[in-house]
């Protein structure tokens, strides 16, 4: 599996964007896919991740009712609507995809896109 992010991009405080990663090379039934996001000087923080098979969602805090992550079955691909974006959003997102392992932790991601920066302007 390969995952392709994409939908990044500068928008002031108080704004909206909508991520999207499409996955291609094989199957995602068994897969987890999550996002997460690093800003410069900072650790991989977990976002969102959705269970491919059946829908099942988990969030971090901080991002509960600003976040939405969701999929597209027929397209392959996991949406993140992100919502009343604040500066300390500013980071590069990632997708990755967790074979069979329902967690937050990047460590246990197996597959990973390359990344897309979101930028917030206060």
């Known amino acids: 599996v390969q995952l392709q992010a994409s939908g990044g991009g500068l928008v002031q405080a108080g704004g909206s964007l909508r991520l999207s990663c499409a996955a291609s090379?094989?199957?995602?039934?068994?897969?987890?896919m999550g996002w997460f996001r690093q800003a410069p000087g900072k650790e991989r923080e977990f976002v969102a991740a959705?269970?491919?098979?059946?829908?099942?969602?988990r969030y971090a805090d901080s991002m509960k009712g600003r976040f939405t992550i969701s999929r597209e079955i027929a397209k392959k691909s996991v949406l993140l609507q992100m919502n009343n974006l604040e500066p300390e959003d500013t980071a590069v997102y990632y997708c990755?995809?967790?074979?069979?392992?329902?967690?937050?932790?990047?460590?246990?991601?197996?597959?990973w896109g390359q990344g897309t920066q979101v930028t917030v302007s206060s």
């Open positions: 959705i269970k491919w098979a059946g829908g099942l969602t």
């Open positions: 990755a995809a967790s074979r069979a392992v329902w967690t937050s932790r990047a460590s246990l991601y197996d597959v």
């Open positions: 090379g094989g199957s995602l039934s068994n897969y987890n």
